[in-house]
Structure formats: structure tokens, C-alpha cells
């Protein structure tokens, strides 16, 4: 318990440090309700049962044709995206951040990123466990009790896309992913063509600040999901020559980088009385076009932030604060 | 305590030298401050021009360079002036209060209640708010008078004097206490959240405005007022309660305006900024080793170094990766660190 609290403490300030000088608040984010990501690949315990090509694909053969039955999610973007490829029957457990689709509610919670609970992992007997990549000290134990885990970081959105046909490839959905994989490419274009013909404004995704504050504020760096949402939705990133997934930028910095557009992305909902207090806040910066002009949008939702099945929806969401006149 | 008997021999040497030594060192101290404070708006992230923030002709709102010069980076400064003036000073009485080199501001348990009710507030989304003060910064006052409330009912007895030692122990127990309800807010929050609290307690005087200033300012002259009443009888009570007794020191009056003074001025600025490391400590030591031992000298000069320092920390926080910033409590304590271990090697 009191290493588990000490390897807490020290995961958080490490995130902390970091985040000044990297990109750690929206990996948080990600990491809590933990999104999905290029890397993803699927560990056996034996070796022998599975090959596993390196790259983009996921090859599996031999005994392992025969599809998991029992699977246990760590990551909730992981768990939305079973369920979409039509592995949800095949779900036995999932985080405790999960609450998409409305079927996990019914599931048993096992822990998260920080504590996962492995003797109730165990005693499930599960035949794939979905893990995150930081998740090592777990997916050791887990193959040292012959339990196979899919392993995975959060990245961009093609890199979502990728982990769906990975997943359908690794729960016996190989064409179910495939084909939502494409349903969503689809999305993603239909989005990206009714706004091109209009110029992007320069926009600024915020994901997280102080309450009633301008204070220690998170935005979307030129990096990863976030960044790939706006691209795709025709705003073009005032922080994207920063290649960071996260900035947290000064007062002077949001002001010089003048933004056309500020898009605030929550995953609490907001009432109508407290937007207009939050959108208050930002007079203070008054020479920001996007203030002066009125152009700031408040967007609630976890699908906003979770590169899952719903990142279709996500794109069109921002595409309709930055283009009203593209949906008319 | 082998300076005791030198602070004695030094404040009983007579009101002339003591008096054209404390003119020449704040002077020099305070020029070091008020050049810092000039000098660190001119810089920033971005380049911008000085005529164009100054001219009156283009609107306000919108003259970008004006809005970084008086929005961005005055507040900003003013902030590290204000927060490390009083860090620095609550350091030096609350070393002498308890006759404990190693005390800080943060030992009294005060910055930990702020930093629960911080953490509280961002955890779960508080709305509430006082005059210019947003839901963050009240909640953290908030904190910090709820502790420094237990410490001192701990510590105190009607009619008698303070127990430092009482003082002392309540305050790291309350700083333990706290830390553990921190840690178990931040075990049950979403992890977004507890990423913010973390950043939270690193410290941040981006305070993007004058309002949050203002908000923190009456407790912060309330400080200094006390904090004036202090140096001779500091002094005394730093050799030794008895001593001080015999002298003609209200012991128990000067405990208690030290206790308040000290609690109050780090309330006030760890509502506005967080709590921002090694200042309270680092500086009161450094300007010991420059200003010698007297608290006539070391309280004021202390408080315009620790201005000095803050500003200029935060110059470096803000400019040295930009766009990206570092938390300003890693510099100071990157900067402090090393610095100190160098001095007290030196002098040893």
C-alpha cells in the first residue's frame, strides 16, 4: 500500500515536472480516462502461441484463431471501441473511469491507470487483459499468470483508427474493425470536405484551466488527438509549432499568439449561468480577436477528449464551432 | 546560537552605527528590488515595443503590446514582488520565533491547509467567490486560516507564553495530516483533476491581472504592519525566551504577533501564488550571511531580497523555454539550492 501510495506520488510529480516543459496535461487526461494510441500491441505470455508483426498490422495465428471470450479493459477508449467492432458480448470487466457505452455499467471495475486491482483481474480469469503502456509492472504479472495483454499508448487519431483494426484483429472482430475503422474515416472526411472550401481561423483548444481563472491553463499543442481534431475540423492551432500533445501557455503568450477562435473543451457539463461567468473571464484579454469578437465556445462531452469510436462525432462538434455557416 | 552574544554586543553597540548600516543596506537592498521589478516587465516571451504598449491614442483593448505589458507581465511581476517579499520575510521571524534555522514559512502547517483547500476547490469544481478573489485562491485562504486557527490554539495558553516547541510539532503534524487528506482528494479525483492540483502546488504567479493582487493585499499589509513592530524585539527572543524576558520583552505579545504575522503574510501569498518553495528559506539565510544577524536589518533587507529573487526566478520560469514555461517553484528551487549549498560551503 505504502509503495503503491509512494510510486502515486512519484508518477504524479514526474507528470508534473514534466508538464511544464512537456506535454503531461493532456497526456493526464488521456492517461485517466485513458485514450487509445498507435502503439498498440498485443503481448503473449507464451511464446510460440501468437506472432505479432511489428509495424503497423496485427497478425495473429496458431491456437489463437479462436476468439477471447473473456475480456477485461483497463482504458475506456479501448472498452468504447469493443464495443462498436461488436466484442462487447466478449467484456467480462473495465476501469473505474468507464462509463461509455451505458452496457459497462453494468460491469464489474477493476481499478484504473494507478491502481489496478490484479487479484480481482486475477480471480475473473481473463483471457486478454487491455492495458495501458505504463502499465508494465501489471502486464508482467499478468504474463507471469499466463494472461495475455494488449498493450497500448494514446496518439493521433489515425493512430485510434489503427487500434481498432488491431483489436478487431486480437478479439476475433477482424472485419467488424476494419469496417468501423473505415465508417469513421468516413466521418472524418465527410467533416473535413464540408469545411474546406472556408479558411481556417486560427484557434486555441483549451482543455483545462482554474475555475473563474485564466490561470494554469492547458492547451492543445501541435500534437496528437486534440491537435488532430482541429486540423481535421478547419482551425489551424495557434500552438502548433510547438510539438507537444499539451502546452500550458502564460497570459502573454495566449495574448501574442492572438487566437480568431477559442474552443474550451470539458468533460464536465457546464450550466448556462456558469458558461457565461467562464466566458467572462476571458475580457481580460480583450485584444484577442477571438474575445473581442466573441468567437469562444464552450464544447462538454468525454468524447471530446477520448480517442475512441466517437472521434467522428468529436471532429464535427469543433467543425461546427468553427464553421456555423459549413452546417447551415 | 554562537551569534547570540554578537546580536547582543551588536544591538546594545548603540543607536549611530546600527542606524547609517540599516540606511545603506536597505538602500542597497531595496535599489536591488525596485531595479528587478523595472527591469523583469521589459522582458517576456514575446518581443514587444514599448512605445506602441505606452501609447494612449490606440485603444486599450486593442493594443496588444499594452495588454501584455498591463495584463501579462505587470500583475506578474508585482505578484513575484509581493509573494516573495512575503515568503521571505514570514521565514525570518518564524526562524526566530522558533529558534529553528531550518523553519520556513510552510512549517507552521499554513501552506498545507491552503494547498487542501486548493485541492478541494479544483477537485470539485467550487464556484464560490469573494471580491477579486476566484474560487481557488478563496479556498486556499480559506485552508490556511483553518490551520494556522489549530496550530494556535495548540500552542497557546491563556496568560503564558508560546510553546515553540508545541508550535513546532503541531505544525509538521498538521502539515503530515494535511498532506495525507491532499493525497487521498487526489487518489479519489479524476486524474485530469489531480494533474491540476499537482501543478497547482508548484507554484504559479501568472496571476493575469491586478485583481487577484489586490485581493491578497490587505492581509498583506496587515503583515508587514506587524512584521515592523518586530525586528529588536526578534532580536531578543532569538537568543532565548528567558533572555528576552529579562529585558523587558512581552514574550507572549511578541510570539503571537510573530505567529500572526507570519501565518497571515503566508496565507495572503500562497492564496495568490501556491507555495512556492525555498524562498522562505533560502533567502532569509542569504541575506544573513551577507547583512549579518540583526533582525533590524535582516527582516526588511529579506523582504526586498526575496522580492528581487521571486521577480527575477520568474524570468527565467517564463522566458527560458518559451512559448512553454517552467513552474516557478522548480526554478527557485533549482536556482536556490545549488546557490545556498555554495554559500554555506563557502563560509564554512
Same mark, same amino acid.
Given at each position: 500500500?505504502?509503495?503503491?501510495?509512494?510510486?502515486?506520488?512519484?508518477?504524479? +510529480?514526474?507528470?508534473? +515536472?514534466?508538464?511544464?516543459?512537456?506535454?503531461? $496535461?493532456?497526456?493526464?487526461?488521456?492517461?485517466?480516462?485513458?485514450?487509445?494510441?498507435?502503439?498498440?500491441? !498485443?503481448?503473449?505470455?507464451?511464446?510460440?502461441?501468437?506472432?505479432?508483426?511489428?509495424?503497423?498490422?496485427?497478425?495473429? @495465428?496458431?491456437?489463437?484463431?479462436?476468439?477471447?471470450?473473456?475480456?477485461?479493459?483497463?482504458?475506456?477508449?479501448?472498452? &468504447?471501441?469493443?464495443?462498436?467492432?461488436?466484442?462487447?458480448?466478449?467484456?467480462?470487466?473495465? @476501469? @473505474?473511469?468507464?462509463?461509455?457505452?451505458? &452496457?459497462?455499467?453494468?460491469?464489474? #471495475?477493476?481499478?484504473?491507470?494507478?491502481?489496478?486491482?490484479?487479484?480481482?483481474?486475477?480471480? !475473473?480469469?481473463?483471457?486478454?487483459?487491455?492495458?495501458?503502456?505504463?502499465? @508494465?509492472?501489471?502486464?508482467?504479472?499478468?504474463?507471469?499468470?499466463?494472461?495475455?495483454?494488449?498493450?497500448?499508448?494514446?496518439?493521433?487519431?489515425?493512430?485510434?483508427?489503427?487500434?481498432?483494426?488491431?483489436?478487431?484483429?486480437?478479439?476475433?472482430?477482424?472485419?467488424?474493425?476494419?469496417?468501423?475503422?473505415?465508417?469513421?474515416?468516413?466521418?472524418?472526411?465527410?467533416?473535413?470536405?464540408?469545411?474546406?472550401?472556408?479558411?481556417?481561423?486560427?484557434?486555441?483548444?483549451?482543455?483545462?484551466?482554474?475555475?473563474?481563472? !485564466?490561470?494554469?491553463?492547458?492547451?492543445?499543442?501541435?500534437?496528437?488527438?486534440?491537435?488532430?481534431?482541429?486540423?481535421?475540423?478547419?482551425?489551424?492551432?495557434?500552438?502548433?509549432?510547438?510539438?507537444?500533445?499539451?502546452?500550458?501557455?502564460?497570459? &502573454?503568450?495566449?495574448?501574442?499568439?492572438?487566437?480568431?477562435?477559442?474552443?474550451?473543451?470539458?468533460?464536465?457539463?457546464?450550466?448556462?449561468?456558469?458558461?457565461? #461567468?467562464? #466566458? $467572462?473571464?476571458?475580457?481580460?484579454?480583450?485584444?484577442?480577436?477571438?474575445?473581442?469578437?466573441?468567437?469562444?465556445?464552450?464544447?462538454?462531452?468525454?468524447? !471530446? +477528449?477520448?480517442?475512441?469510436?466517437?472521434?467522428?462525432?468529436?471532429? &464535427?462538434?469543433?467543425?461546427?464551432?468553427?464553421?456555423?455557416?459549413?452546417?447551415? | %546560537?554562537?551569534?547570540?552574544?554578537?546580536?547582543?554586543?551588536?544591538?546594545?553597540?548603540?543607536?549611530?552605527?546600527?542606524?547609517?548600516?540599516?540606511?545603506?543596506?536597505?538602500?542597497?537592498?531595496?535599489?536591488?528590488?525596485?531595479?528587478?521589478?523595472?527591469?523583469?516587465?521589459?522582458?517576456?516571451?514575446?518581443?514587444?515595443?514599448?512605445?506602441?504598449?505606452?501609447?494612449?491614442?490606440?485603444?486599450?483593448?486593442?493594443?496588444?503590446?499594452?495588454?501584455?505589458?498591463?495584463?501579462?507581465? %505587470?500583475?506578474?511581476?508585482?505578484?513575484?514582488?509581493?509573494?516573495?517579499?512575503?515568503?521571505?520575510?514570514?521565514?525570518?521571524?518564524?526562524?526566530?520565533?522558533?529558534?529553528?534555522?531550518?523553519?520556513?514559512?510552510?512549517?507552521?502547517?499554513?501552506?498545507?491547509?491552503?494547498?487542501?483547500? /486548493?485541492?478541494?476547490?479544483?477537485?470539485?469544481?467550487?464556484?464560490?467567490?469573494?471580491?477579486?478573489?476566484?474560487?481557488?485562491?478563496?479556498?486556499?485562504?480559506?485552508?490556511?486560516?483553518?490551520?494556522?486557527?489549530?496550530?494556535?490554539?495548540?500552542?497557546?495558553?491563556?496568560?503564558? /507564553? %508560546?510553546?515553540?516547541?508545541?508550535?513546532?510539532?503541531?505544525?509538521?503534524?498538521?502539515?503530515?495530516?494535511?498532506?495525507?487528506?491532499?493525497?487521498?482528494?487526489?487518489?479519489?479525483?479524476?486524474?485530469?483533476?489531480?494533474?491540476?492540483?499537482?501543478?497547482?502546488?508548484?507554484?504559479?504567479?501568472?496571476?493575469?491581472?491586478?485583481?487577484?493582487?489586490?485581493? /491578497?493585499?490587505?492581509?498583506?499589509?496587515?503583515?508587514?504592519?506587524?512584521?515592523?513592530?518586530? =525586528?529588536?524585539?526578534?532580536?531578543?527572543?532569538?537568543?532565548?525566551?528567558?533572555?528576552?524576558?529579562?529585558?523587558?520583552?512581552?514574550?507572549?505579545?511578541?510570539?503571537?504577533?510573530?505567529?500572526?504575522?507570519?501565518?497571515?503574510?503566508?496565507?495572503?501569498?500562497?492564496?495568490?501564488?501556491?507555495?512556492?518553495?525555498?524562498?522562505?528559506?533560502?533567502?532569509?539565510?542569504?541575506?544573513?550571511? %551577507?547583512?549579518?544577524?540583526?533582525?533590524?536589518?535582516?527582516?526588511?533587507?529579506?523582504?526586498?531580497?526575496?522580492?528581487?529573487?521571486?521577480?527575477?526566478?520568474?524570468?527565467?520560469?517564463?522566458?527560458?523555454?518559451?512559448?512553454?514555461?517552467?513552474?516557478?517553484?522548480?526554478?527557485?528551487?533549482?536556482?536556490?539550492? =545549488?546557490?545556498?549549498?555554495?554559500?554555506?560551503?563557502?563560509?564554512?
Amino acid at each position: 500500500m505504502a509503495a503503491c501510495k509512494k510510486r502515486l506520488i512519484l508518477l504524479a +510529480v514526474l507528470l508534473a +515536472v514534466t508538464g511544464g516543459l512537456k506535454a503531461s $496535461g493532456y497526456h493526464a487526461v488521456h492517461d485517466a480516462r485513458v485514450a487509445a494510441g498507435h502503439h498498440a500491441v !498485443l503481448e503473449a505470455p507464451v511464446a510460440g502461441d501468437l506472432q505479432v508483426s511489428g509495424g503497423a498490422g496485427l497478425q495473429i @495465428s496458431g491456437n489463437d484463431r479462436a476468439p477471447v471470450t473473456r475480456i477485461i479493459s483497463l482504458v475506456p477508449a479501448l472498452t &468504447e471501441m469493443l464495443f462498436a467492432i461488436g466484442a462487447g458480448p466478449q467484456v467480462i470487466a473495465v @476501469s @473505474s473511469y468507464d462509463d461509455f457505452p451505458p &452496457e459497462v455499467k453494468a460491469l464489474p #471495475r477493476v481499478g484504473a491507470l494507478l491502481d489496478p486491482d490484479v487479484e480481482r483481474i486475477l480471480t !475473473l480469469r481473463p483471457g486478454l487483459v487491455l492495458t495501458y503502456g505504463s502499465q @508494465s509492472g501489471l502486464e508482467v504479472q499478468l504474463a507471469r499468470a499466463g494472461i495475455r495483454t494488449f498493450s497500448y499508448r494514446h496518439g493521433g487519431v489515425a493512430g485510434a483508427l489503427q487500434t481498432l483494426r488491431d483489436l478487431g484483429a486480437a478479439t476475433g472482430h477482424a472485419a467488424d474493425g476494419d469496417r468501423k475503422a473505415r465508417e469513421i474515416q468516413a466521418q472524418l472526411d465527410a467533416v473535413q470536405a464540408r469545411v474546406r472550401a472556408y479558411p481556417r481561423p486560427r484557434t486555441l483548444l483549451v482543455f483545462g484551466r482554474q475555475p473563474q481563472s !485564466l490561470q494554469q491553463m492547458y492547451v492543445s499543442g501541435g500534437a496528437g488527438f486534440l491537435h488532430d481534431i482541429l486540423q481535421i475540423a478547419g482551425g489551424a492551432n495557434v500552438f502548433a509549432d510547438v510539438r507537444q500533445e499539451s502546452v500550458q501557455p502564460s497570459h &502573454e503568450t495566449v495574448l501574442a499568439r492572438a487566437p480568431d477562435v477559442i474552443v474550451e473543451v470539458r468533460t464536465r457539463q457546464l450550466g448556462a449561468a456558469d458558461v457565461s #461567468r467562464e #466566458r $467572462g473571464v476571458w475580457a481580460a484579454l480583450a485584444s484577442i480577436p477571438a474575445v473581442r469578437n466573441g468567437r469562444i465556445h464552450f464544447l462538454d462531452g468525454d468524447y !471530446l +477528449v477520448i480517442p475512441g469510436p466517437r472521434v467522428g462525432l468529436a471532429a &464535427e462538434a469543433v467543425a461546427r464551432a468553427l464553421h456555423p455557416e459549413a452546417f447551415k | %546560537m554562537t551569534s547570540s552574544g554578537s546580536t547582543i554586543a551588536r544591538v546594545s553597540a548603540g543607536p549611530r552605527p546600527i542606524r547609517s548600516r540599516l540606511a545603506v543596506t536597505l538602500l542597497a537592498y531595496g535599489a536591488l528590488a525596485l531595479v528587478t521589478c523595472l527591469l523583469a516587465p521589459l522582458v517576456g516571451s514575446t518581443s514587444i515595443s514599448l512605445s506602441r504598449a505606452f501609447d494612449r491614442s490606440i485603444p486599450f483593448a486593442d493594443n496588444v503590446d499594452a495588454q501584455i505589458f498591463f495584463v501579462a507581465r %505587470m500583475p506578474r511581476v508585482l505578484a513575484g514582488a509581493v509573494v516573495g517579499a512575503a515568503l521571505a520575510s514570514a521565514g525570518v521571524v518564524l526562524q526566530a520565533l522558533l529558534r529553528n534555522p531550518l523553519a520556513t514559512p510552510f512549517t507552521l502547517g499554513v501552506s498545507a491547509g491552503a494547498a487542501l483547500g /486548493a485541492i478541494l476547490a479544483i477537485s470539485f469544481g467550487a464556484a464560490v467567490t469573494l471580491g477579486p478573489l476566484s474560487p481557488v485562491p478563496l479556498a486556499s485562504l480559506a485552508g490556511a486560516f483553518a490551520a494556522a486557527v489549530i496550530v494556535y490554539a495548540l500552542a497557546t495558553r491563556p496568560g503564558r /507564553a %508560546m510553546s515553540t516547541s508545541v508550535l513546532l510539532l503541531a505544525g509538521v503534524t498538521l502539515n503530515s495530516f494535511f498532506s495525507a487528506l491532499i493525497l487521498f482528494v487526489q487518489y479519489l479525483a479524476d486524474f485530469a483533476e489531480t494533474y491540476r492540483t499537482v501543478r497547482w502546488l508548484m507554484g504559479d504567479l501568472d496571476v493575469g491581472g491586478f485583481g487577484p493582487i489586490l485581493g /491578497a493585499l490587505p492581509l498583506m499589509v496587515a503583515a508587514f504592519l506587524i512584521f515592523a513592530l518586530l =525586528p529588536s524585539s526578534l532580536n531578543l527572543l532569538s537568543v532565548g525566551a528567558d533572555i528576552a524576558a529579562t529585558r523587558g520583552v512581552d514574550v507572549a505579545r511578541t510570539q503571537r504577533l510573530a505567529f500572526l504575522s507570519s501565518a497571515l503574510a503566508t496565507s495572503a501569498a500562497v492564496s495568490l501564488a501556491g507555495p512556492i518553495g525555498f524562498v522562505g528559506i533560502v533567502v532569509p539565510h542569504l541575506v544573513r550571511l %551577507m547583512a549579518g544577524v540583526d533582525h533590524r536589518i535582516v527582516l526588511p533587507a529579506s523582504a526586498f531580497f526575496g522580492a528581487a529573487f521571486l521577480v527575477a526566478c520568474d524570468l527565467v520560469a517564463r522566458t527560458i523555454l518559451a512559448p512553454v514555461e517552467i513552474p516557478v517553484g522548480i526554478v527557485t528551487a533549482m536556482l536556490g539550492g =545549488p546557490f545556498f549549498l555554495w554559500l554555506l560551503v563557502r563560509k564554512g
